[in-house]
Nanobody, 123 residues
Framework: QVQLVESGGGQVQAGGSLRLSCAAS????????MGWFRQAPGKDRLFVAT????????YYTGSVKCRFTISRDKAKNTVYLQMNSLKPEDKEVYLC????????????????WGKGTQVTVSS
């Protein structure tokens, strides 16, 4: 059984930064790509970023390129999302997932999800 626990969300002003963390347990963390998605109430999850098993390849949705950075620490079984230059439209619940069936660009590739952490950006 895999457990993913996000932390680091909060409220910041536009232009500010947050660093989200996702701690994984229960399965070989290093064997799978990991990703971050965002979700508004009542809507589907939207892809934000993914990182491969080795941490050598990353991929981002266009709206966060050059502002967000995904990384992973195998020793700590943790994946991070550094969020800079935050905008009011970045306000969402952010969830991390473990992509056990692909490289992590699509929700369908994920079998495990955390419960999410709220990010609020005030203008």
């Amino acid at each position: 059984q895999v457990q993913l626990v996000e932390s680091g969300g909060g409220q910041v002003q536009a232009g500010g930064s947050l660093r989200l963390s996702c701690a994984a347990s229960g399965r070989t963390f290093g064997a799978y790509a990991m990703g971050w998605f965002r979700q508004a109430p009542g809507k589907d999850r939207l892809f934000v970023a993914t990182i491969n098993q080795e941490g050598s390849n990353t991929y981002y949705t266009g709206s966060v390129k050059c502002r967000f950075t995904i990384s992973r620490d195998k020793a700590k079984n943790t994946v991070y999302l550094q969020m800079n230059s935050l905008k009011p439209e970045d306000k969402e619940v952010y969830l991390c997932g473990m992509a056990t069936r692909g490289i992590g660009h699509s929700q369908s590739e994920y079998d495990y999800w955390g419960k999410g952490t709220q990010v609020t950006v005030s203008s």
